[in-house]
């Protein structure tokens, strides 16, 4: 994978972009150290950043079609290029090289805008049609790979990353409201939304389309589609889901060890990525391959007995760094800078620390296992589920009206909970910000729509509405986002993600809710599997969730340097959050009693504390204040 840019002209004349051009390209080096290309027409320019992978020799971009009126970027891995290749070539098309990124322009010839229904990987594409004179912008199905896009005077501007925008002078560097609340309120913004105003996030499984007069049409060509609980089919047998399912995911991983370089694996020593490494090690005959893990100098939430377990069994060469608050703290703005918003945790230095020793050890390419607790019920909440659905009648005299009508606008009914109360949030939730801000509440408060497709959910399972929340809010715009690509890539690395496959996901979306999650165990299903691969010691572990040092404790351990940060004159003079407020989580945080359970709470210091450094690390506008004769009313600060 690599990162791409480009400008579309409306007008035809991109005379003196070329420099911006390459500024922005210059931008997304991390993601492509390797090579460089670009090109340019009246009305297009593409830029291009490698990280050669596959045919390194050949694999250059951008790439043409053989009679040069199609021309394409991309940023990704097509997986199943080998088998489309041959498709292509029985069309009629011919190709030069065994890169998998040739294909792409191909495969819009022959099927149309919605060529991406083809593919099976991780992929942001630009095809630009020359005799048409329009723009495809495309991401993958589950939004591995990140493509951003800004309007200007006359045309779009794209890139990998946001950073690559901003090098164009006419994106401008003015705080999102409505992202930030996102943050605050979900695991992350949720596509198209960003913490930047006036740029926004290709939504996973969509296509973009810009014709030359700046008209735009966007389409969806996937979603996570579960069927309705209805037609839900009880009749397959535990282990014909195991076989299929085992079969699907050594197929995705056999694709996904396709490189023309050394791959690798993180072992948390969790299930998952426990999984894949072990399935890699059988499928390549326990040829030794490098492992990395991270480890805690807090032992609640060091994991390195499991760690050591799969490192033994796998006899990987294994790597390790120990992290306390004071790595974490040097690692706060990189982290912030390369994710691009503000964080609600501060795992992030973590997966920068992984990254930093797969480049350290010249592995470009490392397997992981998000995506398995989405699909297959990990978290406590599937669980949870169970009981609360049982008790739903005598529940529900317990449940406040406004809460009911809140779920109903959200998730499309008022009996799904899902991870917390928001109408009682969202009161709370405005103590933090300003009296300026509370003003303008009403017209960046992310619950005033719902942030998914409400079809999606209607019918469904309440195991399937989970899932599907999950894959929306906390999948493709956090952990495959800014946790995943952009903590790998800030290094130059890869990382790629077997349980994420299209088929891998069409097997899990068949499996009936009650085999996900069987006598009070999740992922019930997957730890069945895992017995054909795994130690019991593993299989049978606790649920333990990735968590690293909170904003207490780097406060306990930097207290001057996050205290310059939240400063209240600092906090005034920015004009985003409530003073006082900042204050008394400070003190709050501070205390040697206070513990932030980071599975159930929100650590809002932590948000607070990266948003100063996003401000200042993106050289942010600061919040324009209404004048006194702009105010007409005031809202009266909430206190704690």
Known sequence: ???????????????????????????????????????????????????????????????????????????????????????????????????????????????????????????AFAVYDLRKNRLLLGRDHVGIAPLFYANIKKGIVFASEIKGLLEHPEVPRKVNLRGLDQVFTFPGTVSPCTLFQGVESLSAGSILVIES?????????????????????????????????????????KYRLQADVPTGSYISGGLDSSLISAIVADLTGNVPRHSFSIAFDDPRIDERNHQSVMVKLLNSIHHEVVVGPVQVEKHLLDMVKFSETPL??????????????????????????????????????????????????????LDSIMEDQMRKHLWGDCDFFYEKEYHAFSESKRAIYSMHLNKDFKDF?????????????????????RSYLDFKLRMADHLLADHGDRMAYA???????????????????????????????????????????????????????????????????????????LSPERIQNDGFFNSDTVDHLIKRYESNDQEINQTFEDDWLMIILTFNIFLDTFNMNKYEKPTLSQIKFEVKEEGW
Request: hydrophobic share 35%; with cysteine; net charge neutral.
């Open 1 to 123: 994978m690599c990162g791409i840019v480009g400008i579309f002209g409306f007008g035809g004349d991109l005379t003196g972009q070329q420099n911006t051009l390459e500024l922005m390209a210059n931008s997304l080096h991390h993601r492509g150290p390797d090579e460089k290309g670009s090109y340019f027409s009246d009305n297009i320019a593409l830029g291009f950043r490698r990280l050669s992978i596959i045919d390194i020799a050949n694999g250059q971009q951008p790439v043409l079609s053989n009679d040069r009126t199609v021309v394409s970027i991309c940023n990704g891995e097509l997986y199943n290029h080998d088998e489309l290749r041959r498709e292509l070539q029985q069309l009629g098309h011919q190709f030069s090289n065994r890169s998998d990124t040739e294909l792409i322009p191909a495969l819009y010839q022959s099927f149309g805008d919605n060529f991406a229904r083809k593919i099976n990987g991780q992929f």
């Open 213 to 253: 007069d700046g008209q735009t049409k966007s389409q969806t060509y996937w979603d996570l589609d579960y069927p309705l609980a209805e037609e839900l089919d009880e009749s397959r047998s535990i282990m014909d889901c195991v076989d299929e399912l085992d079969a699907a995911l050594r197929q995705s991983i």
């Open 344 to 397: 609600r945790e501060s795992y992030n230095a973590c997966s920068l620390m992984l990254s930093e020793m797969a480049k350290q050890n010249g592995i470009k390419v490392i397997l992981t296992g998000e995506g398995a607790d989405e699909l297959f019920g990990g978290y406590v909440g599937y669980r949870l589920d169970v009981h609360r659905t049982e008790g739903l009648k005598a529940d529900k005299k």
């Open 445 to 465: 408060d992310c619950l005033s729509n719902s942030p998914v497709n409400l079809n999606q959910l209607q019918g469904r399972h309440h195991f399937h509405k």
């Open 491 to 565: 290094n130059g690395v890869e990382a790629r993600y077997p349980f994420l496959d299209t088929s891998v996901i069409d097997v899990a979306r068949k499996i009936h809710p009650r085999v996900m999650v069987k006598d009070g165990q999740e992922k019930f299903i997957l730890k069945t599997l895992a017995k054909k691969y795994l130690p019991n010691s593993i299989i049978s572990r606790q649920k333990f969730s990735f968590v690293a040092p909170s904003s207490s404790a780097l406060l306990f351990k930097n207290k001057q340097k996050i205290l310059k940060l």
